[in-house]
């Protein structure tokens, strides 16, 4: 069963779906810019079998509060909010692309919270060349304003999330879309490398992996997660 509910984190509503055995080790989905909790949708029935599973709408996406301020750091400060508020301990946690960014964040700064750390396509913190995207027509499931901000942000990183990529305690899988990506591959693998015990996979689907190969995606992550469950792993 599927619940969708909201929740004030520290003082921004976010609102989740959460499935999976109340009584499991919880697993935090975080999604990519422009998408929502719904983009989980194909793969979360399979995660939640032993996990209780909690896919977020991010600060300006889907049914979560629109903000006058958006930045990568916020939405950190968010999903630890969101951590609080529901007594969450030490959590597992998957970010997509943005939402990866805003998990490496997380893991770095609050290490005890991060117990195990999924990276699906995400871009090094490094400086890339900008590109001004062109707003789609009709009615957006995200805010629109949101996206320049965490654009900039992507595009010209912070120079020390790069150096504390090396400060990530969690056990990480990162997953690379191979080729068809048009995250540079390279920058990928070497987030994987900077990471201590970091592992790459990669799975040739392009950048939305966990849509295009569902099924590579939960062997991967499935795998993964097992690995976790055993105190030695």
């Known amino acids: 069963m599927v619940d969708d509910r909201t929740v004030d984190a520290g003082g921004i509503r976010l609102s989740y779906r959460v499935s999976g055995p109340p009584d499991a080790r919880p697993l935090v989905l975080l999604h990519a810019l422009g998408e929502g909790a719904d983009s989980w949708d194909v793969v979360a029935p399979a995660l939640a079998r032993g996990r209780r599973v909690y896919a977020l709408d991010l600060r300006g996406h889907g049914r979560s509060d629109r903000s006058k301020e958006y930045t990568l750091e916020l939405m950190q400060a968010d999903v630890l909010g969101f951590l609080d508020a529901l007594g969450l301990g030490a959590v597992d946690l998957v970010g997509h692309s943005m939402g990866g960014v805003v998990a490496y964040l997380l893991a770095q700064r609050r290490p005890r919270r991060v117990r195990g750390l999924v990276l699906e396509d995400v871009p090094v913190p490094r400086p890339r060349t900008p590109n001004v995207p062109t707003r789609p027509d009709g009615e957006l499931a995200f805010d629109w304003e949101l996206v320049a901000p965490v654009r900039r942000q992507i595009d010209r990183p912070d120079p020390r999330w790069l150096e504390q990529l090396g400060e990530i305690t969690a056990k990480t899988l990162v997953l690379a879309g191979g080729p068809s990506s048009h995250i540079p591959q390279d920058g990928v ?45």
């Open 189 to 233: 693998a070497e987030l994987a490398a900077r990471i201590p015990g970091g592992t790459l996979v990669t799975i040739d689907a392009g950048h939305m992996i966990h849509d295009t190969e569902p099924e590579a995606f939960l062997e991967a992550v499935s795998a993964f997660l097992e690995t976790l469950a055993d105190p030695d792993g």
